[in-house]
């Protein structure tokens, strides 16, 4: 039994790797392919023919991920979860690269046709989203955000909770402090602190 945390977009998302890994390996992807969403609002319902449960329901013993965006709310789930002996895991769609000699944690949610290059250090609970890229000896600490089509450069380091927004480059070599939100299409040139918001070309806070 797969639960994934969160059946809002990018629950939904995360779902839609794990049916392509299925299909890859000729297994069955349906509603009995051993997933069931975990989400207070919307317990009791069906979604996408899943079947929706309340977070305290989800059984001990069993492999978990978390779909939801917001660093934030992805932690509390996340902690919530493995106190009560659930086993975070990765879910990855098929057509995602993961390059040689890169560290994954737990819990990371891999989107389709994303890159992330070689040498790369990548916390727990970290998201990469379709088509974005991370490059050479980046580190991306625990709950990461990167959007789609986000440009994550060589030797980057992207401090806890991160989020950089879809469309937007972090030029090679920077750091992003801890909790800062690079908004969509922005190009970062220098060294973000903590807690900012950045936008524009180039990015300000």
């Not at 023919?49 to 939801?68: D, M, S, Y």
């Not at 493995?82 to 000699?101: M, Q, S």
């Not at 990461?144 to 991160?162: Q, Y």
């Amino acid at each position: 039994m797969l639960y994934i945390a969160g059946a809002g977009g990018f629950g939904r998302e995360t779902y839609d790797a794990f049916l392509a890994g299925l299909a890859v390996s000729g297994s069955a992807h349906s509603s009995d392919s051993g997933v069931w969403f975990l989400d207070d609002n919307l317990a009791g319902d069906m979604v996408r023919g899943v079947r929706v449960i309340a977070p305290a329901e989800a059984l001990q013993g069993h492999r978990f991920t978390v779909g939801i965006a917001d660093p934030a709310v992805r932690r509390r789930f996340a902690e919530s979860l493995k106190g009560r002996g659930l086993e975070a895991t990765e879910v990855r769609h098929p057509t995602a690269v993961i390059g040689p000699d890169t560290k994954i944690g737990a819990g990371c949610v891999f989107l389709a046709n994303c890159h992330v290059s070689s040498t790369v250090a990548i916390g727990d609970f970290v998201q990469v989203n379709y088509n974005a890229t991370v490059g050479h000896d980046a580190v991306l600490k625990d709950y990461v955000t990167v959007l789609p089509g986000a440009n994550v450069s060589g030797s980057v380091i992207l401090e806890e909770g991160v989020t950089v927004g879809s469309g937007a480059v972090v030029i090679q070599g920077l750091r992003v402090g801890a909790g800062s939100l690079i908004g969509a299409g922005s190009v970062v040139t220098k060294d973000v602190p903590a807690n900012s918001i950045v936008k524009g070309v180039p990015g300000r806070w």
